[in-house]
C-alpha cells in the first residue's frame, strides 16, 4: 500500500496525508457524489450522516467515520461490521470516483483483517483502487483512528461493474 504520509520533501504529514503526491481530477465531483448519493440512497446513513468524505480522487478517496458509542460493542471498541461497512462504503466512492455515477456497482468480495483494537473515536479510511476493468475493480482501504499511524484494519474487495457502464 502507499504510505502517503512520506512526503517527497522529507517534511511531516499524518500518516492519512495526501498533500504529497499529486491527485488526478475524479470522474464525479465530491458535491455532485454527496447529491446523487443523497437522492438514490436516502435511507441509507452514510449519504449524509455517519461518514464524511474528506477527500476525493480519480480512483481513491479518504473518509471519516465520525465516532458514535452505539456503534462500539463489549469492551468499548468499535464493532467489526462497523469497520467491515466503512471499508465497503469506501471502495464503492473510490470506484465511483473513477468511473462516475454507475449507482449500480456491486460488491462481489470484501475480506477484512483487524489489526488492532481501535480507540473509540474517529475512524479514518483511505481507499484506493489497485485495478480497474471493464467488468470489475479491485480496492483496498487502510482503517486507522483519527490521529493514530497504525492501521486497525485492512480491507481488500471487488466491485463488479455493470455491462455498459462508462469506465473514463
Not at 522529507?10 to 455532485?32: F, H, L, N, Q, V
Not at 454527496?34 to 481513491?60: K, N, T
Not at 483483517?113 to 475512524?123: E, I, T, V, W, Y
Request: aromatic fraction near 6%; glycine fraction near 8%.
Amino acid at each position: 500500500m502507499v504510505d502517503y504520509g512520506k512526503m517527497a520533501d522529507s517534511g511531516k504529514a499524518d500518516a492519512m496525508s495526501t498533500d504529497a503526491i499529486e491527485m488526478a481530477a475524479p470522474a464525479i465531483t465530491r458535491k455532485e457524489l454527496l447529491d446523487r448519493l443523497r437522492v438514490e440512497f436516502p435511507e441509507a446513513s452514510h449519504a449524509v450522516g455517519d461518514y464524511e468524505i474528506e477527500e476525493l480522487w480519480r480512483g481513491g478517496c479518504r473518509l471519516r467515520q465520525r465516532y458514535d458509542k452505539r456503534a462500539l460493542r463489549p469492551g468499548g471498541t468499535h464493532a467489526g461490521a462497523t469497520m467491515m461497512a466503512l471499508g465497503d462504503f469506501a471502495t464503492y466512492i473510490a470506484v465511483l470516483s473513477a468511473i462516475g455515477w454507475v449507482p449500480l456497482a456491486v460488491t462481489t468480495n470484501l475480506t477484512i483483517n483487524f489489526l488492532k483494537k481501535p480507540p473509540a473515536r474517529d475512524l479514518l479510511a483511505q481507499a484506493r483502487l489497485l485495478k480497474l476493468g471493464r467488468q470489475l475493480a479491485v480496492g483496498e482501504v487502510a482503517i486507522r483512528a483519527d490521529g493514530d499511524d497504525e492501521l486497525v484494519a485492512h480491507v481488500t474487495s471487488t466491485y463488479s461493474i455493470p455491462p455498459g457502464s462508462p469506465v473514463k
